[in-house]
T-cell receptor, first 114, second 118 residues
Framework: GENVEQHPSTLSVQEGDSAVIKCTYS??????FPWYKQELGKGPQLIID?????GEKKDQRIAVTLNKTAKHFSLHITETQPEDSAVYFC?????????????FGDGTTLTVKP | EAGVVQSPRYKIIEKKQPVAFWCNPISGHNTLYWYRQNLGQGPELLIR????????DSQLPKDRFSAERLKGVDSTLKIQPAELGDSAVYLC????????????????FGPGTRLTVT
């Protein structure tokens, strides 16, 4: 099955700095790559996603880049704010037998220091 | 638009006791997922429904876990009997699938039920 590795497991940055989280995956047939933010006591919330026919997507301070050849994708948060502090998960979803099934990374705890 | 609703939010039970979780997906979402999230890890799929049919239950421990989605809307996940290792957050999510063989769209998660087995 699909294997997703996420790094780093913890990340601490100063307010205003950028944060980058990277995920690698194993199944080259995977074609949908969402990122979720999970705050304490809440379920994961989709913040941005990218499909395999696109190399980069941006939404205000958040961007995701995808390298299908190397099978990795990254979340970039610029001008970080204390409210960005949370656990971030990447996920991977494929087609065929894996259609509809998302495999998640183990999460990155981001702390933004004011 | 109301989000995914789950209840209860918290549950503490003794081992060997039964427990049930309930999920009400977003209106119109035909696909429903149950995930288990252990501390410090990402969600792991237990079962996925399309309408009332369980299309992927390969990760569901069928000796003690069961699930149902009557009428293709609400769903219930049950554990009987519970074991200490079942302590986790149980998340329900829903999404729309565009047709029988169509694409799956974004998943929306509920707040989860935190289960503690003592």
């Amino acid at each position: 099955g699909e294997n997703v590795e996420q790094h780093p497991s913890t990340l601490s940055v100063q307010e205003g700095d950028s944060a980058v989280i990277k995920c690698t995956y194993s199944d080259s047939a995977s074609n949908y790559f969402p990122w979720y933010k999970q705050e304490l006591g809440k379920g994961p919330q989709l913040i941005i996603d990218i499909r395999s026919n696109v190399g980069e997507k941006k939404d205000q301070r958040i961007a995701v880049t995808l390298n299908k050849t190397a099978k990795h994708f990254s979340l970039h948060i610029t001008e970080t704010q204390p409210e960005d502090s949370a656990v971030y998960f990447c996920a991977v979803r494929g087609e065929g037998a894996n259609a509809g099934k998302s495999t998640f990374g183990d999460g990155t705890t981001l702390t933004v220091k004011p | 638009e109301a989000g995914v609703v789950q209840s209860p939010r918290y549950k503490i039970i003794e081992k060997k006791q039964p427990v049930a979780f309930w999920c009400n997906p977003i209106s119109g979402h035909n696909t429903l997922y149950w995930y288990r999230q252990n501390l410090g890890q990402g969600p792991e799929l237990l079962i996925r429904y399309e309408n009332e049919e369980a299309v992927d239950d390969s990760q569901l421990p069928k000796d003690r876990f069961s699930a149902e989605r009557l009428k293709g809307v609400d769903s219930t996940l049950k554990i009987q009997p519970a074991e200490l290792g079942d302590s986790a957050v149980y998340l329900c999510a829903s999404s729309v699938r565009g047709g029988i063989s169509g694409p799956y769209y974004e998943q929306y998660f509920g707040p989860g039920t935190r289960l503690t087995v003592t």
